[in-house]
């Protein structure tokens, strides 16, 4: 997925006509918002009758970082170096 510049308002308001097979066609401006190319997947998610649309692979990163906040701490792992080290010694294990 290539880094995408957009300059854009905190909230802007588009709208899509849905089709009769429940397809829409999301408008430009919410797939560069959203960084969305051709073959990106999106999520969708339903809060007391709204729904958010994300980036799936955004949404799935944010969900593993919020998964793993605190686990280095937890481990004793202090510095990217350790990280590296670790991954070094791991990778060498399966050789």
Do not use: C, H, W
């Not at 880094?3 to 919410?30: E, L």
């Amino acid at each position: 997925m290539s880094a995408i510049t957009v300059n854009f308002p905190d909230r802007f308001i588009d709208n899509a006509k849905v089709m009769s097979k429940g397809q829409i066609t999301i408008p430009k401006d919410v797939r560069a918002v959203l960084g969305l190319d051709t073959g990106s997947r999106v999520t969708f998610i339903v809060e007391k009758g709204s729904v958010r649309m994300v980036n799936s692979a955004v949404y799935a990163m944010q969900m593993i970082q919020a998964e793993m906040a605190g686990e280095g701490d937890k481990a004793g792992i202090t510095s990217e170096g350790e990280v590296n080290s670790i991954v070094k010694e791991i990778r060498s294990e399966g050789e």
